[in-house]
């Protein structure tokens, strides 16, 4: 089975500051990890995925993320946000069976 | 269509009362999934269909949530006896197939409010 835990339930930022969302993964088996996006009151829109490759992977947004295989993480990063980027943020992964699994996500509120 | 589809966008019902929530997902995704989303809370998983066969039900709460897939199309999500501890929101998402491990792409969501 997989997990995936997110450190952080909510992040306040000012405007034009940077943004990082911490994710931890749990599987015995290979997964591709995913975030995902959701704007009040509206579903999920993918932000970026990370298959295969390299390990950094840019997204929507100006948003990216790193695969570190070793520590097991896909941490989100956003060198400037702005108040637009107000919304929670998910980070899932999938493995054999196609089963989405979720982490519990991330409040980002931006400040002005 | 363009999107996955979902209905009705809002549903509210008494308690005890059945509800239908349906899903048209992206034509030709063969897998769908159904998730729950109660406020302030994560992404709960329900089942997963491949085609018109689910191999995954196991996020099922209860034998009062049942769920069927017909043509390997649209999805009706069934709720009996409906609790006040079922309102949530209801996402259905679809991706193309088990092999191929893409992204799965999200309806708006159906908010269920038991009265």
């Known amino acids: 089975a997989q997990s995936v835990t997110q450190l952080d339930s909510q992040v306040p930022v000012f405007e034009e500051a940077p943004v990082e969302l911490r994710c931890n993964y749990s599987?015995?088996?290979?997964?591709?990890l995913f975030w995902y996006v959701q704007y009040p009151n509206q579903g999920l829109q993918l932000l970026l995925k990370?298959?295969?490759?390299?390990?950094l992977v840019k997204g929507i947004n100006g948003f990216e993320a790193e695969f570190n295989k070793s520590q097991t993480s896909f941490h989100l990063r956003k060198p400037s946000v702005h108040i637009s980027d107000t919304a929670e943020y998910f980070c899932?992964?999938?493995?054999?069976?196609?089963?989405?699994?979720f982490g519990g996500g991330t409040r980002v509120l931006v400040k002005p | 269509g363009a999107g996955v589809s979902q209905s009705p966008s809002n549903k509210v019902t008494e308690k005890g009362k059945d509800v239908e929530l349906r899903c048209d997902p992206i034509?030709?995704?063969?897998?769908l999934y159904w998730y729950r989303q109660s406020l302030g809370q994560g992404l709960e998983f329900l089942i997963y269909?491949?085609?018109?066969?689910?191999?995954?039900k196991s996020g099922l709460p209860s034998d009062r949530f049942s769920a069927e897939r017909t043509g390997g199309s649209v999805s009706t999500l069934t709720i009996q006896r409906t609790q006040q501890e079922d309102s949530a929101v209801y996402l259905c998402?679809?991706?193309?197939?088990?092999?191929?491990?893409?992204?799965?792409?999200f309806g708006q969501g159906t908010r269920l409010t038991v009265v």
């Open positions: 990370y298959l295969s490759g390299s390990t």
């Open positions: 899932a992964v999938q493995a054999a069976g196609n089963k989405l699994t």
């Open positions: 998402a679809s991706s193309l197939g088990d092999r191929r491990r893409t992204e799965a792409f």
């Open positions: 269909f491949q085609g018109n066969s689910a191999p995954d």
């Open positions: 599987s015995s088996v290979s997964v591709y």
């Open positions: 034509s030709g995704h063969t897998a």
